[in-house]
């Protein structure tokens, strides 16, 4: 039973505009949380994470969201440019433990 | 930089054949997975270890073993490749809770 979801396979959105992707979890356990992004042929690379002590962290046109009661959190990505189109993972992990637990990812396309 | 390498990008191998996947990270990690991605399913995880010769079961560890002789060194072991382990392989170690990845090899098994 997959404990974290990405409801939207994929996200199609204009460049310069704001890119929103969604994440919701199951797990009350996990305590942290990370976004990857991933080209064709590629591994993942670390985006930004977040802690659930916080409720927001932001690192250049990227920043993160976290909802503890609705167990829910996004990635915004402003503005949005021709190289941020790829799978982007959502990520959550539970306190001591070093494994992820992976969405299935949402294949972002900026068009022109 | 963290640096993950992982030893081929693509292989194609045989039914039945025993593969090897080597991973090699240079950060001096203790941690280190193995995970499989496949369309609509995100990142599996099969095996990971957390030390020298200490492994542990992932999610989906069947048809697969793994050794970690060496702390820089995990290796992913198909016991007898099957056409259902078709796949991306995708190695990471850890540090601060956020994993690193390497360049992934996709396996294609016939």
């Known amino acids: 039973d997959q404990q974290v979801k990405q409801n939207s396979p994929s996200l199609s959105v204009q460049e310069g505009r704001i890119s929103i992707l969604n994440c919701d979890y199951t797990n009350s356990m996990f305590d942290y949380f990370l976004w990857y992004k991933k080209y064709p042929a590629e591994g993942p690379t670390f985006l930004i994470s977040?802690?659930?002590?916080?409720d927001k962290n932001e690192d250049g046109r990227f920043t993160v969201f976290l909802n503890k009661s609705a167990k829910h959190l996004s990635l915004h990505i402003v503005p949005s440019q021709p190289g941020d189109s790829a799978v982007y993972f959502c990520?959550?992990?539970?306190?001591?433990?070093?494994?992820?637990?992976f969405g299935a990812g949402t294949t972002v396309t900026v068009r022109a | 930089d963290v640096k993950v390498t992982q030893s081929s990008r693509y292989l194609v191998k045989r039914t039945g054949e025993k593969v090897f996947l080597e991973c090699v990270q240079d950060?001096?990690?203790?941690?280190m997975f193995w995970y499989r991605q496949d369309p609509g399913l995100g990142l599996r995880l099969i095996y990971f270890?957390?030390?020298?010769?200490?492994?542990e079961k992932g999610d989906i560890p069947e048809g697969y073993s793994v050794s970690r002789e060496k702390k820089e060194r995990f290796s992913l072991i198909l016991e007898s490749a099957s056409t259902n382990q078709t796949s991306m392989y995708l190695c990471a170690s850890t540090i601060n809770r956020a994993a690193f990845f390497g360049q992934g090899t996709r396996l294609t098994v016939v």
């Open positions: 977040i802690s659930s002590i916080k």
């Open positions: 270890s957390y030390d020298v010769k200490m492994k």
């Open positions: 990520a959550a992990s539970m306190v001591n433990d070093y494994k992820l637990s």
């Open positions: 950060m001096d990690h203790e941690n």
